[in-house]
């Protein structure tokens, strides 16, 4: 007010009293000079005050009561001019405070007396509003007096005037309440004594009271009175009142000044006592009515409710329970139950109305709400309230939804409703309509056919009313449709949000102030650690209480909250309605999941979860779960039982997805609406932001997301993420537009959903694995049976929770990967193999992730990451171990050089693939230990070494895919070659682990068990790795085998030089000879049917064509390997000690491979025999051995000289000496070998020889197909090996030794040859050449020969035996050898391709022999031996075969070489015999040598047909050379022959000078044939031996002239029968025997005349010449002969004759001259 204190204000003012009383007076002036005076003198007055004081206005204010008399007389006149401008007046003065008590105490009465006579009403209530506002003197009865004044004029006629009044009463009363206000506030700080106060006093005293609250208390005691239609105590004077006014003034007061009646107990006693029974009594008629039942039913007529009192009660009542709550519990109980009742179906729809609207604003204040749980629903025999409001809320939403009958409409209509029954069918109807059509006209909800719109009534979180604030209206309006339903949606949304983030808020102060305590109390300071502890207490007691109530306030409200949003949630059409419902839903169950409220936390789950699947259906985890909570509970609202309504079939939803549901029997197809996927989308939220809360829930979370994901068709993708699947997957999944982009939306949260498991502590964490794993049993369980597409749902997301909880792995992966591997063996093949995906990619993710510590210091880790890829190997689906394997692949690329410790575990995973389990598995495997072998074997623990060996020999032995076992015997040929390049290393490490191991065997008192144990450990790698390629030596597949053993004794061979001496031992005896046997047994079991095809198209040479061929493969291979080992590294195993042992076994092995019945075999067998003999044969290139080049080692030789026995051992690669020197002490050389026991070994070999040769060429005693006979090769090989062995054990060869020798030489020889192989080893009958066999033969023989030639005396005893061996061979020529009953055939008869033997073309064999003989004899015809044997003798007698057969023999050459080497031996043997002629051993020769002579000359075998002329004449020129011989050799030393001998050999001649006929002769040929050189020679031999001057006896003289005189005679006896024969013949041509036999005595004669010639005359008996001289005659008559040849041989035979044509001489005596 301080403008109006200022001098100028004051100034003014006194000039405006001034003026306004001149003006009153003016006006007066006529009518009423009272009032004029007093103006007047007023004027006066007010100047003289003026003048005279300093503070004017006090003084004016003092005099106040003058100076206003004058304008009270003025409106005394009821003038209303000058009323008005005496009002006016006075107004200005109480404007300025210048008005003191008294004259606003006359002020008030002049005003009283005006309005009683209606005058200036509205100046009047200006008038009572300026004095009480601008001052407080007005007090008490003036006071009251105003107020009534202004109370009265609200009742007057004129509206104007009501309202104007009704505004000043509101704005007074507010006025005296706010004096009050301001005087506690000047009276704030003076603590005052209670007046105790007698409780019993009826009304209260209001003594204690200070005056502005006195006036207050009156007044509102008296507002109260009044409402109460009671007489008021201190308003007197009024005259009439409206309740409804009243209650609008007490809710003003109530609303306005709370303050005032909490801190007055006075006025707390007025609100208790006055206020409370007064709303309790006037909401009677609310409560009592019946909407709908007839008047007649109840003795008294029920008051109707009246909408403008109870609209205004119940703004009271929210004022109430808003402002004074805590004073008034009981009461409050009271009004709420009382609001509950209101909603109830039978109440008016307005007053429905208008207690949601009340409600309303209760649910917008948590606050209240919580202290309704505390004071009702917290205390034992107390109404729930709270429950009940949410409840009743429930219930009358529900109620909406259900019409009343339409019978009933006049009754509803008359109470005020005229909105239920008919008219709402339309709306509904058109709503229909318009969703049918596709387009919604209005949010609404809509549920079994009513339709109830929503409409937008209030912000969210304030209660703006509007039926409450229709304080004008007095009849009750029409609610429109929907209103209600719209603000009791809101009640819930409100409810749930107040609640939740009051809760929230305090969980949250708590948390944070545990959290901070918790930190303090770490801290080390003592002194505050008392309090601390004290605080922490008290802080742990309010939370148990604040708990306590939250947990309470969320029980008593979640059912009903949850039936109404699952109603209101089934019923939405609406978008943004729904999502409002699914956000309470959720708040709701994270709210309950933070108190640990399980089961009601699952329901709003539950609830939230059935939106997202289509109605009814089949989840029996929400069935099941919710079966003890929902379902089959009725929540009771109000007593009454409401069943939870089910999701309507019928909802007029938008489909936007239809699917196949995931069931074991899929019924259909089934649809999901946008709702659904709203309801989804909210799920996946919840999952998302409260995953920390949801616990055993998480099942429920996660099976329905798996239905709808199934429904939707996404399918896991890698990593686990779910993406749409193709179309073609799900034939009957039809995805709309709108739905087909919120999928990679929908699959994006999905991913984050579990991505964000990593946030969660380890029990959540551990609750959704758990909920996953039953889940994904579930699924599995459906699975069984059937091969639709399981639902992956579960294990992609373990595999996604997996991989983003790497950080913490080891707390969930033993649950996690145990699971994965049940699925792994599930039939179902897409489900395993979704699990194996899931469990590979989780171990590579494992590995690969950067843990902390890492992997390679934190062993443990890396092997439980690993096992359960080594679990995965007890899964018999190939596809599965598909997987695993695939993984190894990729751990080994990825991780291979960090494995460390889980070396053993990979490497079992490879060697856990069996046989039976497919070729891809097997090469997938394969391929792993491949890039193990090449690029892995240098960072693994040399200890896994072994391990690799055994995986590699595992994968040799599968017999899937041959091209495998190949390769893996390659790669044990690349890990002995790292052992050997790494041999140190590998050797530190293994004997630094074996002493470990050692030691800890010790500790234990077990004993180490490890194969090969005493070797050392290295060495036992060695032996793994022998003996593993051992077993491959003796696989099924002949590949297998060959390439195993190629390799096993190549790398014997190139790396063995490392092995300690010792271990050489076990080399031989647990390795070769071992294999050997093995070999050995398998070979002679093997199967003899012919294999058809090598499987596929691959044909089979016929040499290895079944079982067993293929086998001699093997087994030739083997004892090969075996042989050269024994060859090179025999400076080795010679000081091994049992050397002559394992020399014999390996004997007994060749021997029997020599003596199987296979020619492979046993020819390699006599060549291995051939290389430990250390006979190097020459090699083709094709021969040579298929390995390394390595093996040929040369012995070592002692390089300088080693200072003593070196601990480690030298690993020598450089050049191959590779042997440990230093294992032999200085001193000696390396090699010491036992010469006797070097010939124990040769002897052995000899014994060994023998008993092969023996077996082997002993003739079968029966013979059929299938008969075996020993090859050619063989047999050469065999006699091959003699000579070298020869060699070694000449020194004590005997007799027997050779007798057993010629044995086999005879038989081997005598073995014929199969018809097919002929013609590769025997040459064209017509070459003279030998078989390799002969030529051996005749070797040894040679050999032998040689070796006694140059050998001691006592050796040449053997010459005979060897001779006799040779003539033997000679026989073959014409007798070739029986081989056991066997025929064989001819080779010119023989078909190529039957099953037939052969006899060799033996003939020239049987020349070399003979050759031999004949040079050895050359040799060695004077020994004494040979003399004493009779040598010579057998000579004859085997030669006289082929003489006598002469043209019979099978080969012309035979007879000739036979004559050549006849006269080559008896031009040396016959002046041997002759020497010894005497002794008389050449005896038996002589008559054996006739017999020759003659069976030779005068054959009995008839020249061939074809024999031309100038063979013939060769042929007689050797019979020539043979009569040479006896005429040179012979005949003349008869003296030292003996004389039978002799005689023989003249008849020969004899004979032989007489032409033999030959009666095949043609004509032509006669003169040819007659062998007239021989018959000459045989004459002139005849006649020479005859005639010759060294006849000694005459008995031999007398034998050949003899033998002339008969010739002589028998000549003319046939000359003569011819003549005779010619003559009588006549014409006739003589038969032509007689002719040939003419003409050969004419060649005699002449032959014999010749003879004669040349023979000296003294040895010609005169009496030849006689009777050759008498023939002359008779031949003469022959001349008249026909036939010319006669003639002509005539003409020769006489020519001779001239000779004796001679004068005659003189007589002679005795007829000589």
């Not at 009518?31 to 005076?37: A, Q």
């Not at 006579?117 to 209530?125: A, G, H, Q, T």
């Not at 109470?415 to 709306?427: E, H, Y």
């Not at 609750?767 to 579960?794: R, T």
Request: aromatic share 8%; net charge negative; proline share 5%.
């Amino acid at each position: 007010m301080s403008g109006t204190n200022s001098p100028e204000a004051v100034k003014k003012l006194l000039e405006n009293m001034q003026s306004d009383l001149r003006a009153l007076s003016l006006e007066c002036r006529k009518k009423f000079p009272p009032v004029k005076e007093a103006a007047e003198s007023g004027i006066i007055k007010v100047k003289t005050i003026a003048a005279r004081n300093t503070e004017i206005l006090a003084a004016l204010k003092e005099n106040s009561s003058e100076v206003v008399q004058p304008f009270l007389m003025g409106c005394g006149t009821k003038e209303p001019k000058i009323t008005q401008l005496c009002l006016a007046a006075i107004q200005r003065l109480m404007s300025h405070e210048v008005v003191s008590e008294t004259a606003a105490g006359n002020i008030i009465n002049m005003l009283w007396q005006l309005m009683e006579n209606s005058l200036e009403e509205l100046k009047l209530l200006q008038t009572v509003l300026v004095l009480l506002t601008t001052s407080t003197v007005v007090h008490d009865e003036a006071l009251s007096k105003a107020i009534v004044l202004c109370f009265r004029l609200h009742f007057t006629k004129d509206n104007i005037t009501n309202n104007t009044a009704a505004a000043t009463v509101r704005q007074v009363v507010t006025v005296v309440f706010e004096r009050m206000v301001a005087e506690d506030e000047r009276h704030r700080d003076i603590v005052e004594q209670p007046v105790l106060v007698q409780a019993n006093s009826n009304r209260r005293s209001v003594s204690t009271l200070r005056p502005c609250a006195k006036d207050a208390y009156m007044l509102f005691q008296d507002l109260c009175q009044l409402v109460n239609a009671d007489a008021p105590y201190w308003l007197v004077g009024m005259t009439e009142m409206t309740r409804t006014f009243g209650l609008e003034l007490l809710e003003s007061v109530l609303n306005d000044f709370p303050q005032v009646f909490l801190q007055h107990q006075e006025f707390s006693f007025l609100l208790k006592e006055r206020v409370c029974p007064l709303v309790i009594k006037l909401f009677s008629p609310n409560i009592k009515f019946r909407q709908g039942s007839s008047a007649s039913s109840s003795p008294a007529p029920v008051e109707k409710p009246y909408f403008p009192i109870c609209m205004r009660l119940l703004r009271v009542v929210s004022v109430l329970i808003k402002q004074f709550y805590s004073l008034l519990v009981t009461e409050c109980e009271i009004f709420l139950s009382l609001l509950v009742k209101f909603l109830d179906a039978d109440k008016p729809q307005w007053l429905r109305a208008v207690a949601v609207e009340s409600i309303h604003r209760l649910c917008v204040q948590p606050q209240l709400l919580r202290s309704f749980c505390q004071s009702y629903d917290m205390k034992q025999h107390s109404t729930k309230v709270f429950r009940d409001i949410v409840n009743a809320l429930g219930s009358f939403i529900q109620s909406l939804f259900l019409v009343p009958p339409t019978g009933n409409t006049a009754a509803a209509n008359q109470a005020g409703n005229n909105n239920v029954g008919g008219p709402i069918s339309a709306p509904a109807s058109t709503g229909m309509l318009g969703i049918g059509g596709g387009v919604t006209l209005l949010p609404a909800f809509e549920y079994r056919g009513t339709w109830i719109p929503i409409l937008t009534i209030t912000v969210q979180g304030s209660a703006k009313a509007t039926y409450l604030e229709m304080l004008d209206k007095v009849e009750p309006p029409t609610i429109p449709e929907g209103y209600a339903m719209s603000v009791a949606f809101h009640c819930l949304l409100d409810l749930v949000r107040g609640i939740t983030s009051m809760i929230e808020g305090e969980l949250g102060e708590v948390e944070t102030e545990c959290q901070t305590t918790t930190e303090a109390a770490s801290s080390p300071t003592q002194s505050s650690e008392q309090q601390e502890l004290q605080s922490t207490s008290d802080q742990l007691d309010t939370e148990i209480v604040s708990r306590a109530v939250w947990e309470e306030m969320v029980n008593a409200c979640w059912c009903g909250l949850l039936a109404a949003l699952s109603l209101l949630l089934d019923a939405s059409t609406d978008e943004a309605a729904t999502e409002n419902i699914l956000k309470a839903e959720l708040t709701m169950a994270a709210l309950c999941g933070r108190l640990g409220l399980v089961t009601s936390r699952d329901a709003f789950i539950t609830a939230i979860c059935k939106g997202s699947l289509p109605p009814h259906y089949a989840l029996t985890v929400l069935n099941a779960t919710t079966a003890a909570t929902l379902s089959s509970k009725s929540y009771s609202i109000q007593g009454q039982s409401v069943m939870m309504i089910s999701p309507s079939s019928e909802s007029h939803q938008q489909v936007v997805a239809v699917g196949q549901p995931l069931a074991v029997q899929p019924q259909g197809t089934v649809m999901l609406t946008s709702k659904n996927i709203q309801c989804m989308r909210t799920l996946l939220n919840l999952a998302h932001c409260h995953g920390a809360v949801l616990g055993t829930s998480w099942q429920l979370v996660l099976a329905t997301l798996q239905h709808l994901v199934w429904i939707l068709g996404l399918k896991p993708s890698s990593g686990g993420a779910l993406k749409p699947g193709r179309a073609v997957e799900g034939p009957s999944t039809v995805l709309t537009t709108a739905v087909m982009t919120d999928l990679p939306v929908i699959s994006n949260i999905l991913s984050r959903l579990f991505e964000s498991s990593q946030y969660l502590d380890d029990v959540s964490l551990h609750h959704l694995i758990n909920a996953l794993c039953s889940l994904s049993l579930e699924a599995m369980d459906m699975a069984y049976g059937n091969n639709k597409e399981p639902s992956l749902f579960a294990v992609a997301k373990l595999l996604e929770t997996g991989l983003v909880n790497m950080h913490r792995i080891e707390i969930l992966w033993r649950p996690l990967t145990g699971h994965l591997l049940e699925v792994c063996q599930h039939p179902n093949s897409r489900m395993r193999e979704w699990g194996a995906e899931a469990l590979t990619s989780l171990i590579k993710a494992g590995l690969t992730f950067n843990h902390d510590p890492p992997l390679s210091q934190n062993q443990r880790l890396q092997l439980l990451l690993l096992n359960p890829l080594k679990e995965m190997s007890s899964i018999n689906h190939p596809d599965i171990r598909l997987k695993q394997l695939e993984c190894v692949l990729q751990i080994l690329q990825s991780q291979g050089d960090s494995l460390g410790p889980g070396w053993p575990l990979v490497l079992g995973v490879m060697g856990a693939i069996r046989n039976d389990q497919g070729e891809s598995l097997i090469r997938t495997a394969f391929q792993c230990l491949q890039l193990v072998v090449t690029d892995f074997l240098p960072t693994m623990p040399c200890t896994c070494l072994q391990i690799v060996v055994d995986v590699a020999g595992s994968f040799g032995l599968h017999n899937q895919e041959l091209n495998i076992s190949l390769t893996s015997i390659g790669l044990l040929w690349n890990i002995s070659d790292y052992f050997f390049q790494r041999g140190e290393i590998i050797e530190k490490e293994l004997n630094k682990e074996e002493a470990a191991q050692q030691k800890q065997a010790e500790e234990k008192g077990v004993v180490l068990n490890r194969p090969f144990h005493p070797a050392p450990p290295f060495d036992c790698l060695w032996l793994c790795l022998y003996a593993k390629l051992g077993e491959l030596c003796v696989d099924p597949r002949p590949a297998v085998r060959k390439s195993a053993g190629q390799t096993l004794f190549s790398t014997i061979g190139a790396h063995g030089t490392l092995l300690q001496h010792s271990t050489w031992h076990t080399v031989i005896w647990k390795v070769l000879f071992h294999l050997l046997d093995r070999v050995r047994e398998s070979s002679t079991t093997a199967d003899k049917e012919k294999i058809e095809s090598g499987g596929g198209n691959i044909l089979i040479h016929h040499s290895r064509d079944t079982a067993e061929k293929q086998w001699a493969e093997t087994w030739v291979l083997t004892l090969a390997g075996v042989a050269r080992i024994f060859n090179t590294r025999r400076y080795l195993l010679q000081p091994l000690g049992d050397f002559s042992r394992a020399w014999d076994v390996l004997l007994d092995h060749i021997q029997s491979a020599a003596l199987s019945k296979n020619n492979e075999v046993s020819l390699a067998a006599l060549k291995s025999f051939q290389e430990i003999l250390q006979i190097v044969s020459p090699v083709r290139d094709s021969d040579k051995p298929e390995t390394p080049p390595a093996v040929n080692v040369p012995v070592p030789v002692l390089i300088g000289s080693i200072s003593g026995p070196s601990l480690s051992r030298p690993f020598v690669r450089t050049d191959s000496i590779g042997e440990r020197l230093g294992r032999y002490s200085s001193s000696e050389p390396p090699i010491v070998t036992d010469e006797l026991e070097d010939l124990n070994l040769w002897w052995a070999a000899w014994n060994t020889w023998y008993r092969i040769g023996s077996e082997s060429t002993k003739p079968p005693i029966t013979f059929d197909k299938l008969t075996f006979i020993p090859s050619q090769p063989f047999l050469t090989a065999l006699i091959q090996i003699f000579p070298a062995l020869y060699q070694h054990i000449k020194t004590g060869f005997n007799m027997d030794d050779l007798q057993k020798l010629g044995v086999i030489l005879h038989s081997a020889v005598s073995v014929p040859i199969s018809s097919d192989a002929s013609p590769f080893i025997l040459p064209s009958y017509t070459e003279a050449v030998l078989t390799s066999l002969q030529e051996a033969v005749l070797t040894a023989l040679d050999v032998l020969q040689k070796a006694i030639c140059i050998g001691p005396e006592n050796m040449q005893i053997m010459y005979p035996a060897i001779f006799d061996q040779l003539l033997a061979f000679v026989e073959f020529s014409c007798k070739p050898p029986q081989y056991g009953q066997l025929e064989t055939k001819h080779i010119a008869n023989a078909k190529y391709n039957q099953a037939e033997w052969v006899a060799l073309n033996y003939v020239p064999f049987a020349e070399r022999s003979l050759e031999v003989v004949v040079d050895l004899y050359q040799k060695t015809a004077c020994h004494k031996a040979v003399v004493n044997e009779k040598v010579l003798q057998n000579i004859i007698k085997t030669l006289r075969v082929p003489l006598s057969l002469k043209y019979s023999c099978p080969s012309e050459s035979t007879w000739k070489l036979a004559v050549s080497s006849l006269l080559k031996v008896l031009s040396i043997g016959l002046p041997v015999a002759r020497q010894h002629a005497s002794s008389g051993k050449f005896d038996s020769m002589w008559p054996e040598l006739a017999s020759t002579f003659e069976d030779f000359l005068f054959t009995k075998s008839i020249p061939p047909d074809n024999l031309s002329i100038q063979e013939f004449q060769r042929n007689e020129s050797i019979d020539v050379e043979v009569v040479q011989l006896i005429s040179t050799e012979i005949l003349p030393y008869a003296n030292f022959i003996p004389k039978e001998f002799v005689g023989q050999i003249m008849t020969m001649l004899n004979k032989g000078s007489i032409h033999s006929q030959s009666s095949s002769f043609t004509e032509a040929e006669i003169d040819i044939r007659l062998r007239e050189e021989f018959s000459k020679m045989c004459f002139e031999t005849l006649l020479q031996f005859s005639f010759s001057n060294k006849v000694t006896t005459p008995q031999e003289g007398y034998i050949s002239r003899m033998a002339l005189s008969v010739l002589l005679k028998r000549s003319q006896d046939v000359l003569h029968r011819y003549i005779e024969d010619e003559r009588l013949s006549g014409k006739c041509p003589l038969p032509r025997q007689q002719v040939t036999e003419i003409i050969f005595v004419l060649k005699a004669v002449s032959t014999l005349i010749d003879s004669l010639k040349k023979t000296q005359p003294e040895n010609v008996d005169g009496n030849t010449w006689a009777q050759v001289i008498a023939l002359y005659p008779t031949l003469v008559e022959c001349i008249t002969c026909s036939s010319s040849e006669v003639c002509s041989a005539l003409k020769e035979a006489l020519v001779p004759f001239k000779d004796f044509m001679q004068p005659p001489a003189s007589k002679v005596q005795n007829g000589e001259s």
